[in-house]
């Protein structure tokens, strides 16, 4: 059996230099010289197109892409997690910025970039703190459910591009209306841009089916390789076309255009006019969910990889190589960056094997930019939104939904709180409305415990449910089992319960209250057991405790408890089970169990 | 054994007659017509001074006082429960009211009527629909905490009538700040207020111990009437000195006025001028809150009193009987109702045997209000002051807080970040602050399971944590016990703890799970679970499960574990103990426990 690295020993967050680094051989460089040209391939036009997402120059995808590489390379604790421009945070930062300065404007970039290092340093601060596990508190129907709202969102927002017709909106009531009002505006001019925009999702979508027929599967890499390569050609493809059209008609194809990008002096410099404490108090909310939601979803494809390796994902490592990531960008592109699940997936695929491919695919990113920039003038807008449905289409998936739903309807509700929130109201609305149903859910249940009498099964020492098992009862004792800890959420119901059990039971004088599933004991509940017992004498009957846990006991040792209880706890039912036999004028009777309670 | 009521079934809150009804006997009328005389008595002085707490003029306490006995009676459950005003919720509705109209107009009349009667509804509708359990989410810190400091902020509320400066704020920064610019200015003339209020709370105070002694033990029952009848004899004392001090110095003393208060209809019609949107949307928390403090108060005072008695309190009937007699207040008098504890332990010592003591009470009120408004005008509010003092000293205890600090931190925290909260923010603050910490402090605790490694006690079926107990392990097996339900709140930190626990064993290829403390799988925790299974199977060892509870394994059976865990299961320890005894090449080793985990 080999020793895995599953149980390593968790690092200080910011020991340097990260475990790759030790464990890297130059056996390792080819595989993450090739994993780096490939996914620089893949990453141009998807940064370009996510940029525009985030109502950004396109452009700005391109500069956000190099820092962050070189950044969580210092840092993170995954080895093949490709960081970068990101559909959903893409997505989260458009619509936190349109009520604050219009798109496109170099306030809008200011404020995005503000957006980026203060998610940045954010997530920074945590991982310092170590607060990693406050991401847990997004439960994975809440993940899953922001996820394929997000997908939704997207995917009907380029309608717009597709269409001609610029911003929809940023839920789905707004980009349905808009949609509406286009189709039915007598000026609609759009044929171009869906032209463009249909063919480009056309040949995205069937030209690597295509490659891969016609290089055979025995030449399969080469097959990989021309299709990773293939979106670029389409945007060039695409790009030809529109030149072309517009040159007959002109604007025809609506297309990025010569913006230049100023140095992030300018970009900072544009910040002055619009950073006013309202603009900052309506950012606050945004850095904390941006920083978070692509905490968590870079995590999560962090750890399906790390799986399969059978390595492990350190969060507190996450945190700060993901802060610093974010700062990178904020300082150069001004474009919140998260771990992308594509671009991973091609990043492990082509063989990366350390962060060093990211550190290539940055080099080349350099190295090319001074190429790509200006030609990024002529792309047209339809085919950058072709790139985008094609990466996102295949997260649009309610099968989770459906296994959720089939195992624990209350988990499915939170999944559909949260997709119906992001998708009619907003991001913010829907991770509230998914958090509290979670959390609600939990309490909800906490608060309706299992109670249920046991009795023992015959010839051994256990005790069962004696509405599920065929167990043997003491007259005169009743056995009771809770299953929770007892807290202010559930004292109530529980004392209910537990009178509903003894009610009518005169004969029962011996009250046993197993514990074996109470983890805790709060004060308030405390209270009510005490009072409960008083209540108990008053009537006759003597209750008595068994299977009390270690740090429960710990804890009732201190007060009042173990003066009153003493002589009436037990290691053990079975304990219990023999003194009161032995003790009363009781017999055993072996057989069926009792009517179900 | 007696029958104990505590075991009565529950009815529908709306049943009608109540049950006091049916159990009420000719033989109880005495001690209810004693008690209800008794209590109007004491009522009289708390009434006008709670008034003149929550802003309102005093007279507005007396009227508030008969609607509230007649609607309990209808509904209530509690015998002894005497309602009326009571001191913390008219302080929470001058807390409430002071940004929204100025003390003492008609518009704020109105809105304390407004505010009443909306109490009332909310609590009758949540009675009708059973919601009375949401009542236990205030934890019995919180409820302590939220008591203690709002009887703190009453005591220096008292200040100012004391000192005649006026209302001096609503937490204690403002009133300090109040306090210190009444003693700087110059031409503060608050001499007279202070003398009566002073002489009024020494005779308060002093006054029952005087007459105790005087009248002797043998004459107990006298002295207690005396003593009941002493609060209105200083009131009237207090009256005629201000009387005299007024006519020989004008306004040495302020009195309550001759303030006539207009029917319901010219209340209602003091709403018309303030009643606009953002004014209904200020009261909508207050509303909840007054209603929600209330309830909770009164069926503490209620259960306390049940419970000496064998008695017990139904929620959902009290929202019923609460909630009406709220809506009574409001429609008559325009001040929200509660049980009081003081006139609650009058009532009960004085004989009181069913809620017609109360309908006594109001009948009295009524008889005598002709006399009683018109005298009020010569109150001195000092004196007034000084009965709210004695009502209101006895509450300010730290004494819950120490027991709650001995038994747990995290409680004691709910308490005093209610307390504090209250004291420094408002109450608004306070609660949201104590509801806050007791669910997170709920989510961290269980968010930090004990998960602990057990071996089998010599010679028993039964399995202990090897770190406290004498405990044979089998070599070859490693068993833990988990003791917390497992949910998305804390699968991360459970999973890290197994891996700890295993850590460095590579000899133990057979992990057991004790799931009897594991009352429920959300299904994060399940996919995180089947993840932490497959990853043991990579290592080459087995992953069994033990002690499955009946509801989580009916769960489990619906899904994809069931397949994946056939064989794997075992009803309890032993068995696994058994099989992997049996199967493997491994021995059992008796004697002392391995290393603590």
């Known amino acids: 059996m080999r020793t895995s690295p599953v149980f390593r020993i ?35 036009p998807q940064s370009l197109a996510y940029a525009m997402l985030a109502g950004l120059p396109p452009q700005a995808g391109l500069l956000a892409s190099v820092l962050p590489l070189l950044a969580y390379a210092l840092f993170g604790s995954s080895r093949t997690l490709s960081v970068g421009p990101a559909a959903i945070t893409s ?90 009002r286009a189709l039915h505006d007598q000026a609609w001019h759009g044929g171009g841009d869906m032209a463009i925009g249909l063919g480009a999702a056309t040949m995205l979508w069937a030209g690597p089916r ?37 040159h007959v008609q002109p604007e025809a194809v609506r297309v990025v255009g010569g913006l230049q990008l100023g140095g992030w002096a300018e970009t900072w410099d544009g910040l002055r006019g619009v950073a006013d404490a309202a603009t900052l108090r309506g950012l606050a909310l945004p850095v904390l969910l941006v920083g978070l939601v692509g905490f968590v979803s870079s995590v999560s494809v962090a750890q399906t990889f790390a799986l399969r390796e059978g390595d492990r994902v350190d969060a507190d490592r996450e945190l700060l190589g993901l802060g610093l990531a974010n700062v990178g960008a904020g300082l150069l592109g001004g474009l919140a960056v998260a771990g992308g699940l594509s671009r991973t997936v091609v990043n492990q695929a082509a063989g990366a094997r350390s962060p060093l491919a990211g ?28 790139v985008i449905v094609m990466a996102v289409v295949n997260l649009v998936s309610w099968q989770p939904l459906r296994v959720t739903w089939s195992y624990d309807r209350a988990d499915a509700g939170a999944f559909v709180a949260t997709a119906a929130g992001v998708m009619l109201v907003g991001f913010e609305a829907g991770l509230l409305a998914g958090l509290t149903w979670s959390l609600a859910a939990m309490i909800w249940r906490r608060s ?45 119901q529980v004392e209910h319960r537990l009178c509903e059990l003894i009610a009518g039971r005169p004969e029962a004088r011996h009250v046993v209250l197993l514990m074996s599933a109470v983890n805790h004991i709060d004060h308030t509940a405390l209270q009510a057991l005490l009072a409960f017992d008083a209540s108990l004498t008053e009537q006759g009957r003597v209750l008595y405790l068994t299977d009390i846990k270690g740090p429960v006991a710990d804890r009732l040792h201190a007060g009042e408890w173990s003066r009153r209880f003493a002589g009436r706890t037990f290691l053990s039912a079975q ?23």
């Open 10 to 44: 968790h690092r200080a967050p910011w020991a340097w230099p990260p475990a790759w680094w030790h464990r890297w051989s130059r056996a390792d460089l080819p595989g993450d010289v090739t994993a780096g040209l490939v996914v620089a391939v893949m990453l141009v």
């Open 91 to 180: 997505l989260m930062v458009a619509q936190a910025l349109a009520p604050l300065a219009p798109a496109g404007s170099v306030a809008y970039l200011g404020l995005s970039a503000l957006l980026a290092v203060g998610s940045g340093l954010l997530l920074m601060g945590m991982g310092l703190l170590r607060l990693g596990f406050l991401s847990q508190l997004m439960s994975q129907p809440v993940v899953q459910g922001f996820t394929v709202a997000s997908a939704v969102l997207i995917l009907a927002g380029q309608l717009g591009p597709m269409l001609g017709v610029g911003n929809l909106g940023h839920t789905l009531p707004e980009m349905a209306l808009s949609v509406w």
């Open 210 to 246: 295509a490659i891969m027929r016609l290089v055979g599967a025995e030449r399969a890499r080469v097959g990989m390789l021309a299709t990773r390569l293939w979106p670029l050609a389409v945007l060039l493809l695409a790009g030809a076309a529109a030149a072309g059209w517009n």
């Open 359 to 386: 550190v290539v695919t940055a080099g080349l990113l350099v190295a090319l930019m001074a190429v790509l920039l200006p030609a990024l003038a002529w792309l047209p807008r339809a085919a950058l939104a072709a």
């Open 448 to 492: 309706q415990p299992h109670v249920a009498e046991v009795g023992r099964v015959p010839g051994s020492e256990h005790f069962r449910n004696v509405a599920r098992h065929q167990v043997e009862r003491l007259p005169g004792a009743v056995l009771i089992r809770i299953d929770e800890s007892l807290d202010f959420t559930n004292i109530q």
């Open 575 to 597: 304990q219990a089970w023999e003194r009161l036999t032995a003790a009363g004028p009781m017999h055993s009777t072996t057989g069926a169990a009792g009517p179900s309670h």
